[in-house]
């Protein structure tokens, strides 16, 4: 089994409350656990033996061809757990020497639901909507300020600002530095910063690049990084070539709103809530939950969103069993049909359509005609 995700969304501390008694771990945070097993790996597993959980393998990639020689030789299961904060890294080896050989779960900060101690598990269904139980707006934008970081979100009286400051510092320090070659961290940092500024936006490299003063070669490998460790989402755009002028841009969703918040530089909840961007805000939080719920049941997601040359958008589009889910998000409490009228392009190029709706602030789950519905946030990232 090999679990990925960010930095300190809770893979160690998951992993070693369900670790079987029998079980040992080893942390390649530990310099000197990390030498012996890139200098001699055979002697390193047979040091530990099995069941073993190794925490931040991707230090050291030698490992996982020895890892291969067990698992080939003894097919049981369980044999290793593996977790890793450079996704890029771990899934890379995973690919090349484990393929077929292991499980992958992807973690992520927590979502409404977690937060809210809930244990419905059941993921966002445009197929089989339901009404759910109403969220506050001020307490869901409280959510979407400070995040679903782990610590965060469950220690008292934590300095919100503190922590992501340092939270970005050790990224940059331990994953990045690893990653690229970052001659100047300030520079980086304002990076993030510029990103998080255009959250929920189409990515536009030779923009940021000029803001940032870097090339835009740079910024396209400042954003892969990004993507490869799971702090932000390329949502990409929806083709059709029965539709003309469409953009080829992916929009840039930040997994984290919290850490987005801090980036932007907002101070407050009011001040994100009042802000000209809580709608980017709301909508990308709505699509990073969806993401996570599907990642927390190891269901594979197909989303896009739509645009064209004339600025018309389709906020998410759902794609499954060859069918097409329209969906809006706005952040409004008095939702009215026009805000729909962009999918009449989706009806003119004759794909088959599933339901569709109005992602909102309304309370009431009520159908349009059409399959449309006017879908209440609730009944999206909460579902009880």
């Keep these: 089994m090999a679990v990925t995700g960010p930095r300190q969304v809770g893979k160690t501390t998951i992993l070693k409350e369900m670790m079987p008694d029998n079980m040992k771990m080893v942390s390649l945070d530990d310099e000197s656990l990390r030498a012996e097993a890139k200098i001699n790996p055979r002697l390193f597993l047979q040091t530990f033996g099995k069941p073993l959980f190794i925490d931040e393998i991707q230090y050291a990639p030698e490992l996982f061809s020895y890892i291969k020689m067990e698992v080939d030789n003894d097919n049981s299961r369980g044999q290793y757990w593996l977790s890793g904060s450079q996704t890029f890294e771990l899934m890379k080896n995973v690919t090349e020497s484990l393929a077929g050989r292991v499980g992958i779960i992807k973690m992520n900060s927590l979502t409404y639901k977690e937060i809210n101690n809930s244990t419905n598990?059941?993921?966002?269904?445009?197929?089989?909507?339901?009404?759910?139980?109403?969220?506050?707006?001020?307490?869901?934008?409280?959510?979407?300020?400070?995040?679903?970081?782990p610590e965060l979100c469950s220690v008292k009286n934590m300095d919100r600002n503190m922590f992501f400051a340092s939270y970005v510092n050790t990224y940059i320090e331990k994953d990045v530095r690893k990653l690229i070659n970052v001659g100047n961290i300030e520079t980086f940092n304002?990076?993030?910063?510029?990103?998080?500024?255009r959250n929920g936006k189409t990515l536009n490299y030779s923009d940021?690049?000029?803001?940032?003063?870097?090339?835009?070669?740079?910024?396209?490998?400042w954003v892969?990084?990004?993507?490869?460790?799971?702090?932000?989402?390329?949502?990409?755009?929806?083709?059709?070539?029965?539709?003309?002028?469409?953009?080829?841009?992916?929009?840039?969703?930040?997994?984290?709103?919290?850490?987005c918040s801090f980036l932007a530089g907002f101070t407050s909840t009011r001040e994100l809530?009042?802000?000209?961007?809580?709608?980017?805000?709301?909508?990308?939080?709505?699509?990073?939950?969806?993401?996570?719920?599907?990642?927390?049941?190891?269901?594979?997601?197909?989303?896009?969103?739509?645009?064209?040359?004339?600025?018309?958008?389709?906020?998410?589009?759902?794609?499954?069993?060859?069918?097409?889910?329209?969906?809006?998000?706005?952040?409004?409490?008095?939702?009215?049909?026009?805000m729909l009228k962009t999918f009449k392009y989706l009806e003119k190029a004759n794909v088959k359509l599933g339901t569709g709706g109005l992602i909102s602030l309304y309370e009431e789950l009520i159908p349009l005609g059409d399959n449309n519905y006017y879908i209440p946030i609730s009944s999206v990232i909460n579902n009880k």
């Excluded at 445009?126 to 959510?143: A, G, H, M, R, T």
């Excluded at 000209?276 to 997601?301: A, C, F, H, Q, R």
């Design 121 to 149: 598990n059941i993921v966002f269904d445009p197929d089989n909507l339901k009404k759910s139980n109403n969220i506050n707006v001020n307490e869901l934008f409280e959510i979407i300020y400070n995040g679903g970081m």
């Design 190 to 197: 304002k990076f993030m910063r510029v990103l998080a500024i």
């Design 208 to 221: 940021i690049a000029n803001d940032v003063d870097v090339s835009s070669n740079t910024i396209k490998e």
């Design 224 to 259: 892969n990084v990004l993507v490869s460790s799971r702090i932000i989402y390329l949502l990409e755009p929806y083709h059709n070539k029965k539709i003309e002028r469409l953009t080829h841009l992916p929009k840039i969703v930040f997994m984290d709103s919290g850490l």
């Design 273 to 338: 809530q009042l802000s000209s961007e809580s709608g980017n805000y709301l909508e990308t939080y709505i699509v990073s939950e969806i993401i996570k719920s599907y990642d927390n049941n190891s269901i594979p997601l197909d989303i896009t969103h739509f645009r064209n040359k004339e600025i018309e958008e389709i906020d998410l589009i759902i794609t499954k069993n060859s069918k097409v889910y329209p969906l809006e998000i706005k952040k409004t409490a008095n939702p009215n049909r026009t």
